[in-house]
């Protein structure tokens, strides 16, 4: 099991250059996110998927998009890259694991992406 | 909102020491917390995973508790090693999903 994966490792942009960031996980987790951590401000979630064809904005959604392709594979997408942007970028996926009486979820995260917009 | 503020931001201690560390949370209607480990430059690894009805849980030289009253959960560490040295993020489930973070402990164990 690889895990979650992450491509690729570095970027660098330029102002209004787009690109995007894959991720993919093989751990069957029906949950995918997308954060971003910077200096000071910890890690904040851009997007998630709570399932296959299911997407919704978390706490800092703009100038973001993201695709869920199918179950194994979640795509983060900057159309017009801005230096506010130079971040690091972890993708993570949540399954559960069913306990003697309880359900318990918790994420599993890749390396992470470090993007510089100059 | 929620907001989770770990204290404190930074900690150095000698090998051996056992040492606490705090996180804190303003809206107590939570599913779960969760204690990860990052390493510079690495991605997260989840440490413990205490559900909201749990008061604590324990994993080798760790353990977590949990006062959802007070919204407060502490991390302890026993006899630490310099392979502890890391950033500790605590982070808070509204529901069966997302996940708000702390920014963070960094600890340095010194030999």
């Known amino acids: 099991n690889a895990g979650v994966t992450q491509t690729p490792k570095f970027q660098v942009l330029k102002t209004g250059q787009s690109m995007t960031l894959q991720c993919a996980q093989d751990m069957n987790h029906n949950s995918m996110y997308w954060y971003r951590q910077d200096p000071g401000m910890g890690l904040r979630l851009i997007y998630y998927s709570a399932s296959e064809g299911t997407t919704d904005k978390g706490e800092v959604p703009n100038g973001y998009n993201v695709s869920r392709l199918n179950k194994r594979e979640f795509s983060l997408r900057l159309e017009s890259a801005a230096p506010s942007q130079t971040s690091v970028y972890f993708c993570?996926?949540?399954?559960?694991?069913?306990?003697?009486?309880?359900?318990?979820?918790?994420?599993?995260f890749g390396p992470g992406t470090r993007l510089l917009v100059l | 909102k929620q907001e989770v503020t770990q204290i404190p931001a930074a900690l150095s201690v000698p090998e051996g020491e056992n040492l606490v560390l705090n996180c804190s949370f303003t809206d107590s209607a939570i599913y779960n917390l969760q204690w990860f480990r990052q390493d510079p430059g690495k991605g997260l690894t989840s440490l413990l995973l205490?559900?909201?009805?749990?008061r604590e849980q324990t994993s080798g030289r760790l353990n977590a508790s949990l006062d959802k009253s007070s919204g407060r959960s502490t991390l302890y560490i026993a006899a630490s090693q310099p392979g502890d040295s890391a950033t500790y993020l605590c982070a808070v489930s509204p529901g069966y999903s997302t996940l708000t973070f702390g920014k963070g402990t960094m600890l340095l164990v010194s030999p």
């Open positions: 205490i559900q909201s009805s749990q």
């Open positions: 993570a996926s949540s399954g559960t694991l069913r306990t003697a009486l309880k359900l318990q979820e918790t994420q599993y």
